[in-house]
């Protein structure tokens, strides 16, 4: 395998792109804005060559749970995360699930698609 990022960019289709924006800054403690500046509105997750990134964008996503799923790094602790997307309306699929390198939790988006909230060991 090459020692480089080989997920380099991820896109998140959405119904509604405020609503989806609160969601994510909700669950991710982020403070992301809608981008109108191109031809789609986005909300730019972050990322460079040496890191993963994504945006949310107008769009349809996969019926429920069926996409790919995204891992995204939570900010702090896991069930933290976990309540913050239950308060923000996702549904938790999964109790805390320890891998070697940290744990993880399978949600899904209002907009029904599936994530990964990741917490990596430290």
């Known amino acids: ?4 990022t080989l997920v380099v960019w991820n896109e998140i289709p959405v119904s509604d792109m405020e609503k989806a924006v609160e ?16 031809p789609n509105p986005m909300a730019y997750l972050g990322g ?3 890191t993963a990134g994504g945006h949310l964008y107008p769009g349809k996503p996969a019926s429920k ?5 995204v891992h995204i790094a939570v900010p702090d602790t896991l069930d933290a995360a976990v309540a913050r997307c239950k308060q923000a309306g996702g549904t938790v699929l999964s109790d805390a699930i320890e891998i070697p390198v940290g744990s ?3 949600i899904i988006d209002p907009d029904g698609n599936s994530l990964g909230l990741f917490k ?3």
């Open 1 to 4: 395998m090459p020692d480089q």
């Open 104 to 106: 993880f939790a399978y």
């Open 65 to 69: 749970g069926n996409g790919p799923t």
């Open 120 to 122: 990596a060991n430290t």
């Open 23 to 38: 969601f994510y800054n909700a669950v991710f403690k982020w403070d992301l804005t809608i981008d109108n500046t191109g």
């Open 48 to 50: 460079d060559m040496n």
